[in-house]
């Protein structure tokens, strides 16, 4: 198919919506989600042609604003230049079972990667924990392999189910939002909750897990829409921070 190499030529939402999804990506690898090229979010298309997915070959850390293919949900490309990512499944099959989900991510944070090789379930134990309260984490186990097929990101999609966030054994991590700032902060907090619960196992303290209802509507008191503007907000200056010392 003929590919274009023009920027968003459906209309500027688009565009300014990518340019927060390029922030997305370069927040997360400064919250420990880097490595190599090896980490993509994608966005649902508001025109219904697909979704925007990263092109390849790029770390986290050097996304932009124009680093994006259009593809629709074959994996065909349809506007932009450069790799398509081979796990562009995973993406395509999440949108598609998942109405509400406009962003999904995907990237390999080390703590939460290490915990998605064991098999204990990240629980409400602090309050990044609490955020994944009401649907939990799945996990995904039938395969370790990256998600190249259509079969493999259908059943990818149906194990996270409607939880904000799914480990893939032995491989990393998946996470979505209906926004840009949800997805980024639910892949913030899965790593920041696997990396305490590691710690708290490994200290061989006794410890007890909140209640469940108390876990569901601590999530709805200290997420509701302000808190996740704010803390959207903070990552960004933090982001700004870092790049201006660079």
Known sequence: MQTSDARYSQDDSVANVLDNLA???????????????MGHLSYRDPHGRGLWLKRGNLGMEEVHAGDYILIDFDGNVLEGQGLRHLEWPLHAEIMLA????HVVGHSHP????VFGAGRARIEPVNNHGVWFAEHGVPRFDSTSHIITTQELGKALARVLGDADAVLQANHG???VGRNVRDATLAGIFLEKAAA???TLA??????????????????????????????????NRKLDRLEAAR
């Not at 998942?98 to 989900?101: A, F, T």
């Not at 080390?110 to 990667?113: D, E, H, L, S, V």
């Not at 061989?204 to 469940?212: E, I, S, T, V």
């Not at 569901?216 to 200290?222: A, P």
């Open 23 to 37: 922030r997305a990506h370069r927040i997360l690898e400064m919250e420990g989600h880097g490595d190599m090229s």
């Open 110 to 113: 080390f703590q939460a990667t």
């Open 173 to 175: 991590a998946s996470f």
């Open 98 to 101: 998942r109405p509400d989900v």
């Open 196 to 198: 305490f619960q590691l």
């Open 202 to 235: 490994a200290s061989g303290l006794p410890y007890d897990l909140p209640d469940a209802d108390e876990s569901v509507e601590k999530n709805r008191r200290i997420y509701p829409e302000r808190a996740r503007d704010n803390y959207w907000m903070y990552f």
